[in-house]
């Protein structure tokens, strides 16, 4: 068997806006999805995925090259459930050349689903990786990143930017701006998340923001108005300056919710937050539902949200400064 794990990550700034071009400033969370992956000889492809229920029902499944899955559910829910795993193993396929390897995967993670932490990016990046090894190959962090990517862009139909899956094969803070990817130097960051219990259809949020930003000229201008948000956050983020990065992220939370991806529980945790002097919050990720993350060195902030109603769950996050790691 071979084993590695990536992190999730919380987006301090440019969610959305990533996706046309804007920069985005994503860190990676110590909360892990860990891949384990056995190769098979007869060519089928078995996901063992605990955390994965659709509707109460755990699934076991073949994948593309297997006999289609175990449950009584539709096509298309399954697709969406199964989907990163399957676009991840094609692509080992592909990268390693060995068309017709079949596996056992089995999956395991620490990171809510649709969140807005990145579970899917982290289970893309840590199957990659330990599938090309259980086969010989060890892929370099750029190679991983760029099949992690390719993975989630297919599976999101065309809308991904490759802030989540860069930032989970690199671990620490990083900078993406179309497919100029860096890992950027931040300083130690008093990371509180706030999590509704729910989760938001990446997919879905990401196609309503396109439709209003062909529509009206002003949706446009507020995604570039949150590009400007993150070339500042940059600055402050380089200063250390927590009180303007806790502005800047209250600053692009408005602006996300102008673009209608927040939610009646994130503004509520939002708020919670600020009213307990957080630096500052916002919602992290696709939005819709799932986290909130808010700058706070003090226990207020966590405090306030484990009291807040429709706050099921408020933890501190440490930035991980490992991506991908190699563990069997
Ligand atoms: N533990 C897991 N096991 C299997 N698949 C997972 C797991 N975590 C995430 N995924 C995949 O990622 C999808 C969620 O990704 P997405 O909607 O992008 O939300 P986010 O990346 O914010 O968590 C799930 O529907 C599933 O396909
Ligand atoms: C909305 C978006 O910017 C981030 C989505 O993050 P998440 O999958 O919700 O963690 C989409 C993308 O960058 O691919
Ligand atoms: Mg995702």
């Not at 596996?103 to 993670?109: A, K, L």
């Not at 807005?116 to 892929?139: C, M, N, Q």
């Not at 099949?147 to 490759?162: C, I, K, L, P, W």
């Not at 997919?203 to 529509?215: C, K, N």
Request: charge should be negative; proline fraction near 3%.
């Amino acid at each position: 068997m071979t084993l590695s794990s990536a992190p999730g990550k919380v987006y301090l700034f440019g969610e959305h806006a990533v996706v046309y071009g804007e920069p985005a400033v994503p860190c990676a969370i110590e909360r892990r999805a860990r891949v384990g992956v056995q190769q098979r000889d007869d060519g089928k492809l078995r996901v063992n995925a605990e955390d994965l229920s659709l509707d109460g029902f755990t699934v076991e499944y073949d994948g593309a090259a297997g006999e289609g899955p175990d449950v009584d559910v539709s096509e298309s829910l399954l697709d969406a459930a199964m989907g990163y795993v399957d676009g991840a193993i094609e692509q080992v396929r592909e990268v390693t050349g060995n068309d017709e390897a079949g596996f056992d995967v089995t999956i395991e993670s620490d990171i809510p689903l649709g969140a807005g932490l990145g579970s899917s990016a982290a289970v893309v990046v840590a199957a990659i990786d330990a599938a090309a090894r259980e086969l010989g190959v060890t892929l370099d962090v750029d190679e991983l990143a760029e099949r992690a990517y390719r993975t989630e862009y297919q599976v999101q139909d065309g809308q991904a930017s490759r802030a989540d899956t860069f930032c989970s094969a690199t671990g620490g803070a990083v900078r993406v701006e179309g497919d100029d990817c860096r890992v950027i130097e931040a300083p130690d960051l008093p990371i509180v998340i706030g999590f509704d219990g729910g989760a938001g259809d990446t997919g879905q949020l990401v196609s309503g923001v396109r439709t209003l930003r062909e529509e009206y000229e002003f949706a446009a201008d507020t995604v570039e108005a949150i590009g400007d948000v993150v070339r500042n956050g940059e600055d402050a983020l380089a200063d250390g300056d927590l009180e303007e990065l806790g502005r800047l992220m209250d600053f692009n939370h408005g602006l996300l919710s102008a673009l209608g991806v927040s939610s009646r529980s994130l503004d509520t945790m939002v708020w919670a937050a600020r009213d307990a002097d957080a630096y500052g919050a916002k919602l992290t990720g696709a939005g819709g539902g799932g986290c909130i993350v808010a700058l706070d060195p003090t226990p207020e902030t966590e405090t306030a949200l484990s009291f807040t109603p429709g706050c099921e769950d408020a933890f501190r996050a440490e930035l991980a400064d490992e991506g991908v790691k190699r563990l069997e």
